[in-house]
């Protein structure tokens, strides 16, 4: 193996390491592609190869694959890791600080699909999370594929104003004290997308 795919796989744990959340192909290749540390075709490589050896874990959801770092690969880290350049390591913590917050409300909002072999039906399970905690989870079945798939994208483009409704109707006869908690939560998601909102406006 040459020394450039050592140094390029390498860069890649470090990346997932330090990022603590499991990265889509999208998300990884957006940082190393706009930096010029590897090509496209680098970076399947090495992702694949990776994978393959159990230094990362790929998990797919629809069309989007996930990478997370094993125990195997953080222990390449922890021995290798100044093997990676300083000013690299330097822009791969800089992005991290700058990104992951983004990356885990993304990892946040579940929505995904598969075909239920018995009822030739597309199951639909959508989902939020807040730090681990389930705040909502729903499960359908809907005939087409492309139902399925308008779900999941109407899920995750207006998670919180579905969220939100929802609520809202359950616990309108219902004013507990939890639901104060819970008030809190859907002004919280409202925070979220206001924000992701003001950073489109923003790039735009």
Same mark, same amino acid.
């Given at each position: 193996?040459?020394?450039?795919? *050592?140094?390029?796989?390498?860069?890649?744990?470090?990346?997932?390491?330090?990022?603590?959340?499991?990265?889509?192909?999208?998300?990884?290749?957006?940082?190393?592609?706009?930096?010029?540390?590897?090509?496209?075709?680098?970076?399947?490589?090495?992702?694949?190869?990776?994978?393959?050896?159990?230094?990362?874990?790929? +998990?797919?959801?629809?069309?989007?694959?996930?990478?997370? +770092?094993?125990?195997?690969?953080?222990?390449? *880290?922890?021995?290798?890791?100044?093997?990676v350049p300083t000013n690299v390591r330097n822009k791969?913590?800089?992005?991290?600080?700058?990104?992951?917050?983004?990356?885990?409300?993304?990892?946040?909002?579940?929505?995904?699909?598969?075909?239920?072999?018995?009822?030739?039906?597309?199951?639909?399970?959508?989902?939020?999370?807040?730090?681990?905690?389930?705040?909502?989870?729903?499960?359908?079945?809907?005939?087409?594929?492309?139902?399925?798939?308008?779900?999941?994208?109407?899920?995750?483009?207006?998670?919180?104003?579905?969220?939100?409704?929802?609520?809202?109707?359950?616990?309108?006869?219902?004013?507990?004290?939890? =639901?104060?908690?819970? =008030?809190?939560?859907?002004?919280?998601?409202?925070?979220?997308?206001?924000?992701?909102?003001?950073? =489109?406006?923003?790039? =735009?």
């Amino acid at each position: 193996m040459s020394t450039a795919i *050592v140094e390029n796989k390498l860069l890649l744990l470090y990346l997932l390491e330090k990022m603590n959340l499991p990265m889509s192909t999208s998300q990884i290749s957006e940082f190393v592609l706009a930096e010029g540390m590897l090509s496209f075709f680098e970076l399947q490589q090495c992702l694949h190869e990776m994978n393959e050896s159990k230094y990362l874990d790929a +998990v797919k959801e629809n069309n989007t694959t996930r990478y997370s +770092v094993t125990e195997s690969g953080m222990g390449l *880290v922890e021995l290798f890791e100044k093997q990676v350049p300083t000013n690299v390591r330097n822009k791969i913590i800089k992005y991290v600080n700058e990104n992951r917050s983004n990356i885990k409300r993304s990892y946040e909002t579940i929505a995904n699909y598969f075909k239920d072999i018995h009822t030739d039906e597309y199951i639909v399970k959508c989902g939020i999370y807040e730090d681990d905690f389930m705040l909502m989870e729903v499960n359908l079945s809907v005939v087409a594929r492309e139902q399925a798939r308008d779900i999941c994208d109407n899920w995750k483009n207006n998670v919180s104003q579905i969220y939100g409704q929802m609520l809202g109707n359950l616990l309108r006869h219902s004013p507990s004290p939890s =639901a104060k908690h819970l =008030a809190a939560s859907v002004k919280g998601l409202a925070l979220i997308d206001s924000d992701s909102d003001n950073d =489109a406006a923003g790039s =735009a």
